[in-house]
């Protein structure tokens, strides 16, 4: 997910609320259309259904068990911190209060309690995404113990824009073919959403040139197709990269916009979509916690 939503930065802007006595347990046993309807709560949008939620979880190895489910005493929902694992390394795939409950200092108390639950699960590295505007969110990772790693940008173009250029789609091996360009020198290090066992796991389509790669697959949140994986020869130029997009275009069709998503800032693939007229639309910190 972009972005991690907690208390809002001008909380002055909401009618007050008496503060609330959270409940705080596991979401184990909570039902996945419960989990994604909490989810929805948080970010104010109806953007996930169970199925797309499930999804996502299982693509990303989410842990419910030590995830957390924050209420209050008489069942009304205050916030969720969704938690994933690989070994003895974790994400935080969504965190967020409900937008009741907000600028009482709830998110401070509820990352505190899935911080632990960290500690429980044997992790030793955390990391997460925070959109770079959400101050509030931020400082509650700081206080938290995390530290900023890296800037991660979001670009976006429209495929339309492009002249046809060579690049086929890959229909068969495609896990193979995923490993051969997820090598050393042909892409930046990726973050958790976009590490091999996520990317072996999507349901995607892959398209592929001489000297370039590009896995895609239509946004489930947004009207966007997204790139997850762009994997470029060393000799790449940028009509290399402008194949691959024109082709994602002739399958998905030329009036949705392609989004690289959560690129680091700086790497080749950024220049070349850069150069070839995408922008950015947003900006994000990668954070980590050694535990």
Known sequence: MLGVPCDPVHPESRPP????TMIVTSTLRESMSSIAEAICQVWEADVDTPAVYAEHCRAQNADLEHSVLATTPDGR???????????????????????????????????????????AAGLREVSLMVNA???????????????????????????????????SEVRQDLAATILAWYGSGKAARPYWERELP?????????????????????????????????????????EDVNGLVYAASAVFGDDLPLALVDEPEGSRACQQLLDLGFREVERNHEMRLTL
């Open 198 to 238: 996520a990317l072996l796991a999507m349901r995607t389509r892959a398209f592929e040139n001489r000297r370039g790669f590009m896995l895609v697959r239509r946004s489930p949140f947004f009207r966007q197709v997204d790139i997850v994986h762009l994997g470029l020869d060393p000799a790449a130029v940028i």
């Open 77 to 119: 929902l205050v916030g969720i911190g969704m938690l994933c694992r690989r070994g003895e390394r974790g994400f935080v795939l969504d965190f967020g209060i409900t937008p009741p409950y907000r600028g009482q200092g709830l998110g401070h108390q509820l990352f505190a309690a899935l911080v632990e639950r960290m500690r």
């Open 17 to 20: 609320m008496p503060r609330a």
């Open 133 to 167: 505007e959400n101050v509030a969110a931020i400082r509650i990772y700081l206080q938290a113990g995390f530290q900023q790693m890296r800037e991660m940008v979001t670009l976006r173009g429209k495929v339309a824009a492009y002249a046809p250029a060579s690049a």
